[in-house]
């Protein structure tokens, strides 16, 4: 899996959004200590996406260390005319993710997790399915892992050394 790690400068352009949030008790000598761990997609809407993990004692310190991380794992993904190139079909730990390319119009047929990390590619219309784990961390990982891995016809012909006219005509 060759991720394609981007630096972007300007980070005004980039959105987060919480996918979850989670509060984790410990429980000491003193009594219970409450503190937040919260996942936080960003993206730019044109291809460029990332996921970090924020934890904290308070809900906004989480929110705020989780988008800083995110910023720090920026990946570009292809999106073809609001959509994925090709289906594909992912696993990352417990999670499975299976991503399928839509006509204009159908909207996007994901939830939770998957929804939150293709709303901040940019993509609008696709299929998903996500099956085993709902663990938010490993259904983002898991769709960003696919985004990643998915190749657009530039690409592959640049792979294959032929004209751009010849991917599709064969």
Request: glycine content about 12%.
């Amino acid at each position: 899996m060759a991720m394609n790690k981007v630096n972007i400068n300007s980070d005004a352009e980039l959105k987060d959004r919480l996918v979850a949030i989670n509060r984790v008790t410990k429980v000491t000598k003193g009594g219970r200590t409450f503190t937040f761990a919260a996942i936080v997609v960003v993206g730019d809407g044109k291809g460029v996406i990332g996921y970090g993990l924020g934890k904290a004692g308070e809900v906004a310190a989480a929110i705020a260390k989780g988008t800083e991380t995110a910023k720090k794992n920026l990946v570009k993904v292809p999106v073809l005319k609001g959509t994925v190139p090709h289906e594909v079909e992912v696993k990352y730990g417990g999670a499975k993710v299976l991503l399928k390319p839509a006509a204009a119009g159908t909207g996007l047929k994901a939830g939770g997790a998957m929804r939150a990390v293709l709303v901040s590619a940019g993509i609008t219309d696709v299929i998903a399915k996500s099956q085993g784990s709902t663990n938010a961390h490993n259904l983002v990982k898991a769709t960003i892992k696919a985004l990643s891995e998915m190749r657009d016809a530039y690409q592959v012909a640049g792979d294959r050394g032929i004209a751009m006219e010849r991917v599709f005509n064969g």
